[in-house]
């Protein structure tokens, strides 16, 4: 029942944000169905090396938003989520990333133009991988 | 609702070159405090203290909301304690102290106290006294968790244990904090246990409480970064702690007030990293003590 989800050093995101966004990310993108039992709020603790304080944080914020839920006595779940908030949700996942991305790059200095052309560079680099069936 | 388990006010010890607190110190149910510091720094006599081994000079203690002089065996029988209690029964074997514990304690589970001396390998027919240091411990460690306490009070369980033992305890410890609201307060020089277990740190100092935070302050707030220029107002910052050169770098325990600053005077960051548990702590304790010996 181990997460593949990582605390980063680098990222500046407090780490039970970080924890939630990685866990939102494997449901919405299927790797964690629905009925799936994740682990309890220790053990994760334990394998990221972080208090309890910090992943219940993750954890509460996930059920108040209606990815898991806790059965009293028998653990944490992936909820079933209707098709109409996974789609929102995996919008919403995509465009942070997207926003953490260009936050960094303003921050270097670059200008919406250079940032333009950087997105444009990557997606050519995607398309022709996928082409050459990469 | 989170409780307090343990509660000290105003805790203190006079020895005649030594005097440990005021101790003000506090642990909610369901968390899991290690205590560090230097050898000498007043750690295991605040554990004599918390089992009423050593009478304070002054100040109180409250577990689970009891006074000790009022219901000491109560209270007793909810702490699993590993700090040396058994060395007064060295002449007994294990099986021997083992009937003293299952008689002495109403919640004693024989069950899970064999499958652990089998889990740690023990021949309960050695006389405690004649054990080595490491088996030793697994012994103490194995009777402070056989009664299922809902506190354990651990002073360096691990220390002069094998490895492969050491994991089998992290492993355990991890199993006692699932099964419900239950606490630990260990004093450890394993940033290991720290990481997997502990939620809070509490650093002993000289006899006293010098930092208490939750773990994960170390990682959020801290960080070390690389810079192009230095001035003097930075120096001064509160959240300036050190300065590296080659390259140019600082510590700072709060990043996020520290880059603000650096803005304000112009200054980019190159790099940033944040800082490990362990290299924190290092600073923590080595500056306190950098800092008295500027005071001396």
Redo the contacts between chains.
């Keep these: 029942m181990k997460l593949p989800i990582r605390v980063s050093e680098e990222s500046r995101e407090p780490i039970y944000h970080q924890i939630e966004a990685q866990v939102t990310s494997l449901i919405v993108g299927g790797q964690l169905p629905p009925g799936t039992p994740l682990p309890s709020i220790r053990v994760l603790s334990n394998d990221l090396k972080c208090s309890v304080i910090t992943t219940r944080r993750a954890y509460q914020n996930l059920e108040s938003k209606g990815f898991i839920k806790t059965v009293q006595g028998k653990g944490t779940f992936v909820k079933e989520m209707e098709t109409e908030k996974m789609e929102e949700t995996k919008q919403k996942v995509v465009m942070d990333a997207f926003e953490r991305a260009v936050t960094q790059a303003e921050q270097v200095g670059l200008t919406a133009k250079g940032i333009r052309a950087i997105f444009d560079n990557v997606m050519n680099r995607r398309e022709k991988g996928e082409e050459e069936g990469d | 609702m989170t409780k307090s388990i343990v509660l000290t006010k105003s805790l203190t010890k006079h020895y005649k070159k030594f005097t440990l607190g005021p101790i003000d110190f506090q642990i909610e149910e ?2 899991a405090v290690a205590i560090v510091g230097a050898n000498g720094s007043g750690k295991s006599s605040f554990f004599r203290l918390l089992m009423n081994l050593l009478q304070p000079d002054e100040g109180s203690i409250t577990l689970f909301d009891q006074s000790m002089n009022e219901s000491e065996a109560e209270i007793k029988r909810k702490i699993g304690y590993s700090g040396g209690m058994l060395e007064p029964l060295g002449y007994l074997t294990v099986k021997e102290i083992s009937s003293f514990f299952a008689y002495w304690y109403p919640t004693w589970d024989q069950e899970y106290y064999v499958n652990l001396i089998n889990r740690y390998e023990i021949d309960t027919g050695m006389k405690f006294g004649k054990c080595s240091t490491g088996i030793k411990k697994r012994v103490e460690f194995i009777f402070s968790l056989s009664h299922h306490p809902t506190l354990l009070l651990l002073d360096e369980p691990s220390s002069g244990v094998d490895i492969v033992s050491q994991k089998k305890m992290k492993e355990d410890l ?1 199993d006692f ?2 099964k419900g609201e239950r606490s630990i307060v260990m004093a450890t020089h394993s940033i290991d246990e720290v ?6 740190i509490t650093v002993f100092e000289k006899g006293q409480i010098i930092q208490s935070f ?3 302050e170390i ?2 707030k801290w960080a070390r970064v690389w810079v192009t220029d230095m001035t003097e107002t930075i120096k001064q910052h509160p959240n300036f702690l050190e300065l590296d050169v080659e390259p140019l770098q600082i510590v700072t325990n709060n ?2 007030e520290m880059e603000k600053e650096l803005e304000k005077e112009g200054i980019a960051i190159s790099h ?3 800082m ?2 362990e290299e924190g702590l290092e600073y923590i304790i080595s500056s306190e003590s950098r800092n008295s010996i500027k005071k001396n």
């Excluded at chain 2, 990481?195 to 809070?200: G, L, M, P, Q, V």
Aim: charged letters at 25%.
């Design positions: 369901g968390t991890i904090m699932e990481n997997s277990i502990c939620d809070w939750n773990k994960d990682f959020e990043w996020s940033f990293q944040k490990t548990l």
